[in-house]
C-alpha cells in the first residue's frame, strides 16, 4: 500500500517533468502525452511563465539563432494548439499575457507568424485589450505594440476582434498618438540629418566616402520607416473616423 501511495503522490511531479522537457524539445506529441498523463496545462514552468509562455519565448529574436532549426513557426503553432486545447489559460494574472508575448518575442519580420498565433489565442479566449506588465510591453496593449511595428494585418486583426483603439499606454497615449510621435521623432531625427552637410572637400579622404554612405543608408532607412509609420498613421485615423 506504502509502494502505491508514493507512486501516485509522485505522478503529478513526474507529468509536470515529462511536460517541461517535452516544452524544451518542442515535441507537440510529447507535450500531448504529458498533459495526458496529468499534467497541468497552466504549471509554473518558471517563474511567472506558464507553458504557453515558454512557447512563445523560445523564438525570441535573442534565442532564435540557437533555436530556429529546432523550433519552427510550424512546431511552435502545433505545441501551442494541444496546450490551448488541453485547457491552457492565455490570460493568467501572475503572468505576462500571451497576447502580447507573442508580440514581443518575435522579430520584426516576423508579422504573418505571429498572426497565426494570436489567431489562435484569441480563438481560445485570450483578451485583446491586455495590459502588459513588465517592460517592453508595459502598460500597452498589444495594438499599440502592433502599431509601433507598423503592421497592419495584426492591426486589422487585433481591431476585428475587439481591440481598444482608444486604450491608453503608461505614458497616456493611443495607439494612434503613439504612432504619430514615433513619426514626429523620426522626421526630426531625418531633417536634422538631411540638413547635415558633409565637407566638400576631399581632406577626409576614403573616410569621407565611407561617412557619406552610412548617412546616405540612414537617410534611406529613416524614410522607409517614415512612410511605414504613416500607412499605420492612416489606418488607424480611418478607423477611428468610422467609430466616431
Excluded at 59 to 80: C, F, I
Excluded at 198 to 218: C, H, M
Amino acid at each position: 500500500m506504502g509502494k502505491k501511495k508514493r507512486s501516485e503522490a509522485s505522478s503529478p511531479v513526474s507529468a509536470a517533468d515529462s511536460l517541461s522537457k517535452a516544452l524544451k524539445s518542442y515535441d507537440a506529441d510529447a507535450v500531448k502525452a504529458a498533459l495526458i498523463a496529468g499534467a497541468d496545462p497552466d504549471h509554473q514552468v518558471a517563474m511567472h511563465s506558464s507553458p504557453l509562455n515558454m512557447v512563445l519565448a523560445l523564438r525570441s529574436p535573442l534565442l532564435k539563432k540557437r533555436n530556429q532549426e529546432k523550433l519552427s513557426a510550424e512546431r511552435q503553432l502545433a505545441v501551442m494548439q494541444v496546450l490551448l486545447e488541453a485547457g491552457a489559460n492565455p490570460n493568467l494574472s501572475n503572468c505576462e499575457p500571451t497576447i502580447l508575448m507573442a508580440i514581443t518575442s518575435s522579430g520584426l519580420d516576423d508579422e504573418q507568424i505571429v498572426l497565426r498565433q494570436l489567431q489562435l489565442l484569441l480563438d481560445f479566449g485570450a483578451h485583446p485589450n491586455a495590459l502588459g506588465r513588465r517592460p517592453p510591453s508595459f502598460r500597452s496593449t498589444a495594438l499599440h505594440l502592433a502599431a509601433s511595428r507598423r503592421w497592419l494585418s495584426v492591426g486589422q486583426l487585433l481591431l476585428s476582434r475587439g481591440a481598444d483603439l482608444g486604450a491608453v499606454n503608461g505614458f497616456g497615449l493611443t495607439p494612434l498618438q503613439s504612432v504619430v510621435k514615433r513619426c514626429n521623432e523620426v522626421k526630426r531625427s531625418y531633417d536634422k540629418s538631411t540638413a547635415r552637410q558633409l565637407p566638400q572637400d576631399t581632406s577626409l579622404g576614403v573616410w569621407g566616402t565611407v561617412l557619406a554612405g552610412i548617412k546616405k543608408t540612414q537617410e534611406e532607412k529613416d524614410q522607409s520607416l517614415l512612410n511605414d509609420l504613416q500607412k499605420m498613421i492612416d489606418f488607424l485615423k480611418t478607423v477611428e473616423a468610422r467609430t466616431i
